[in-house]
């Protein structure tokens, strides 16, 4: 009876026990889509645009030979995504776009009508992400019906999915460098390689699917299409990107190491083998960090080697707590336990140092000042990152105290706190997604800090008679320029023999008020007006044609 009591203990203790292990994966898994599926911040782009000549919403006498375009960082640009559309609706852009450095420059065609020009770009950041945007000039006068900026958006489902197969990829690498590390230096003779074998192949695999996934995903989200929209130019360009370049490389490294590591695990292998083995993890180290963020870093060479470090120490850690929890702690007998943990704990402690100290290093470089910690999403993320880092440290404490006490004769406690701390970490590996994702804080803080784009109020009014472009800048409180441009029908110039204004704000109950404009060219006038009150505006236009033909438009001005 008491037999039957106990046994049922312990089947309730057993179930208990694992009941908390699927709640902790679960939470887990909730934390993983939570940072890298749900929209973040809307700015993505990991380069700004600073300046355009000609100045974006300019108006200028002639017709420019080139349009440059400025970016903060160098970028390449994606074919057939920059283009000037003139007035009459065709190209005037000739050529491909020049690129050097960070500067974009686009040829315009000799022939270019008078009239407003729209640009519309897609270029690539040097970190592999696109920025997208379009802005306006007028050459002579802005045009009656100026083209509408094309739609140009980073579609969220593929930059989310591109994050989730970045983090795929880190828990492949974890799959891949424990079973090899601990097969080749910890593992008990007597036992079977059978299940760390398979662990490492799903690793090699894992590993190979994230980076052809990330090959593909690259192609939609470079041009802006659909998920499966990507032509086969599309991942050509990418291929043949500083991007394609380092996840090909790693493919081909991840084939070789495929190869070299079958004598290592026979126990064939010499020192030529581990050297080159190692010789090769550490080249495919360097294909992450070519591929992200540190490549388009203040440093860039400082950047690379300290975030594959950083990548190295984590596989390494979390690799071999995989490992322990999979296999050691569960097979291996007291005396083996005895042995090896030890060791594993030196190793530990080698790998979480390379991985504080290179996280340090890189954090600075990426976040550049401690407001553009707290006032970024990179900051931000970068803080939740090092609070579950702290944790796992804390863990990683008391799982070293406990072996150093004897955790062989007891391994039951120890796994406990390893458990934990890969649970912690691969919350921290879904916030690393994420930060692959998001501006780095130092981009994202110089970027806020740029001079702001001049804001103007710009419309175009229809009356039976005419059509009147109006523009009032800076749309403010206080004193606003206003210009007046009046065409035909057929969108060319219509002489105006008269030209009268009224500003209005029913809502504050005030009456419309007279302000004078002066007559610059035959279609184009221009005034000063004061705007005290905020609200919209009532600006009222009449325009008389001849002796008899005359009309009047109004156009709504918020004032804020």
Same mark, same amino acid.
């Given at each position: ?21 699927? &709640? ?8 993983? *889509? ?53 007035? !009459? ?10 690129? @050097?450095? +960070?500067?974009?420059?686009?040829? &315009?065609?000799? @022939? ?36 509408? #900026?094309?739609?140009?958006?980073? @579609?969220?489902?593929?930059? +989310?999915?591109?994050? /989730? ?103 064939? !292998?010499?020192? /030529?083998?581990? #050297? ?30 300290? %975030? ?12 071999? *707590? ?5 296999? *050691? ?79 062989? !004769? +007891? ?58 472009? /109006?523009? /009032? %800048? ?15 029908? @057929? ?70």
């Amino acid at each position: 009876m008491d037999g039957a009591r106990g046994g049922g203990g312990r089947g309730a203790a057993e179930a208990a026990r694992r009941g908390r292990a699927k &709640v902790r994966g679960l939470l887990a898994v909730v934390a993983f *889509l939570a940072l890298t599926l749900l929209p973040a911040s809307p700015a993505y782009a990991h380069a700004a645009l600073l300046r355009t000549s000609p100045p974006a919403g300019s108006v200028v006498p002639e017709a420019p030979r080139e349009v440059a375009l400025t970016f903060s960082e160098p970028v390449s640009p994606v074919a057939d995504k920059i283009r000037i559309v003139g007035p !009459d609706g065709q190209r005037a852009d000739r050529g491909k776009p020049t690129v @050097d450095g +960070n500067v974009v420059k686009i040829q &315009v065609r000799e @022939d270019a009508p008078k009239g407003t020009y729209l640009v519309s770009y897609r270029v690539i950041s040097a970190d592999s992400h696109p920025i997208p945007g379009g802005f306006t000039f007028s050459v002579g006068a802005p045009s009656a019906t100026p083209t509408a #900026v094309p739609d140009e958006k980073v @579609d969220t489902t593929i930059r +989310n999915l591109i994050a /989730v197969a970045k983090v795929i990829g880190y828990a492949g690498l974890v799959m891949l460098v424990g079973p090899v590390l601990v097969l080749t230096l910890l593992w008990p003779a007597r036992l079977s390689q059978r299940g760390p074998r398979r662990v490492m192949w799903a690793g090699f695999g894992t590993v190979a699917f994230a980076t052809l996934a990330g090959l593909y995903l690259q192609a939609p989200y470079s041009t802006g299409g659909s998920l499966f929209g990507a032509t086969g130019s599309d991942l050509g360009d990418v291929l043949g990107s500083q991007y394609g370049i380092a996840l090909l490389m790693r493919l081909a490294l991840l084939a070789v190491a495929a190869i070299l590591v079958r004598p290592l695990l026979a126990g064939r !292998d010499g020192v /030529v083998d581990r #050297v080159l083995l190692l010789a090769v993890a550490a080249a495919a180290a360097l294909t992450w960090p070519l591929a992200g963020h540190p490549a388009a870093s203040p440093v860039p060479a400082v950047s690379v080697v300290v %975030d594959a470090l950083h990548l190295a120490g984590a596989a390494v850690w979390l690799g071999g *707590l995989l490992m322990l929890v999979l296999f *050691l702690l569960r097979r291996a007998d007291n005396r083996e336990l005895g042995a090896i943990l030890p060791i594993w704990s030196r190793w530990a402690a080698l790998a979480v140092s390379t991985v504080l100290l290179a996280g340090v290093v890189s954090g600075l470089i990426q976040i550049g000042t401690p407001s553009a910690l707290v006032d970024t999403t990179y900051g931000q993320l970068m803080i939740v990152k090092v609070v579950l880092v702290g944790l796992i440290l804390v863990a990683a404490f008391f799982a070293r105290r406990w072996t150093n006490n004897g955790a062989a !004769d +007891n391994p039951r406690p120890l796994r406990r706190f390893v458990t934990t701390e890969l649970a912690i970490a691969a919350v921290v590996l879904a916030v690393t997604g994420a930060l692959t994702q998001t501006t780095p804080a130092r981009t994202a803080q110089e970027t806020a800090q740029l001079p702001a784009q001049p804001v103007i109020y710009s419309s175009t009014l229809t009356s039976s008679l005419y059509t009147l472009q /109006v523009e /009032v %800048d800076p749309a403010k409180l206080g004193d606003n320029g206003v210009h007046l441009y009046a065409y035909k029908a @057929d969108g060319s110039p219509l002489p105006v023999v008269e030209w009268k204004a009224t500003a209005a704000l029913p809502s504050a109950g005030l009456e419309p008020i007279t302000f004078p404009l002066l007559k610059l060219t035959d279609n184009h006038a221009s005034g000063q007006v004061t705007l005290p009150t905020p609200g919209d505006w009532q600006l009222r236009f009449t325009l008389r044609l001849s002796e008899i033909d005359q009309d009047s438009v109004t156009a709504t001005v918020p004032i804020s």
